[in-house]
């Protein structure tokens, strides 16, 4: 088995201007450190495509996707929410970040794959859109609309979403929250954007670990194995997607958590022994990270443990 890295050129249409954090340097930067480690050679690099629009809207309103389709400028940029820049070519972008994330489901979960886990370096990325609302550099949430599939079309009864990203998912808990065939479990800085959908209770199906600003590489992994262990034993998942954002990097300029590179070796590692006890397929999303030489080092470390 191989493991395959998801990437399509159509992102660099998403033109977000030169002071935005999510640009297309990060996907680049991602390739050109997987280049240099020598696991570009090692990885079955696959090109992505355009969505289907049912997928779409598993996750998101009608409304809500016809809104994006007429607010796109034809020059220039709009701002969807104060976060989140449209150009021209961003709709685009994003049916490509979509289209490519369920492509790579699809292959994961085929039963002849050669594939049991996945990488997809996808923007704009996905976890912060509502089903109604885009929200922190997200259109549409990506490893949502993978879930839904997952559940709909493949017949999935138990799907569990880690997300270890400084930011709490509050899209993809908007969207799945108290659905049983998901525990979703997020780590995130807290209080910290986009502060909501954190409180510990509130749903039925969602272990939040927050953390405070500071936290470091061993309370990061002991209150992840605390919260987390137990309950994923138990849901026995069928298969793994992972929010992948690398922004608790202390050397993220977009929060106050200090992860190390080698904390990316430890989740990849520590998901990688989940599936391994029942042989669960692995699908990996990018979201957040922001400075590029830590971003490039942490993929390139969470890959080569999830190998």
Known sequence: MTTAYYTFEQHFAHNTGD??????MRLLAIEQGLKQSGLWQELDIIQGSMAHTPDILRAHSHGYYDQLQLIQPEQGHIYVDEDTPMAPGSLEAAL???????QALDDVLHRDSQHCNAFVG??????????KKSKGFCFFN????????????HHLQRVLIIDFDAH???GTIDILANDQRFLICSSFQHPFYPNSHYQVGLHNNVLNVPMDAGTGSQEFRDKVT???DDAIRKFAPELILVSAGFDAHEADPMAELNLQDNDYTWLGNWIGEIAANRNTPVLSLLEGGYDLNALAR??????RAMQ
């Open 19 to 24: 002071d935005h954090p999510e640009h297309a």
């Open 96 to 102: 490509y970040s979509v289209g490519t994330c369920t």
């Open 122 to 131: 996808v923007r704009p990325p996905g976890h912060h859109a509502e089903h």
């Open 142 to 153: 990506n490893i949502a609309i993978c879930g839904l599939r997952a559940a709909d079309i």
């Open 168 to 170: 709490q998912c509050n």
């Open 226 to 228: 605390d919260a987390w």
């Open 298 to 303: 942490s993929v390139v470390s969470y890959i």
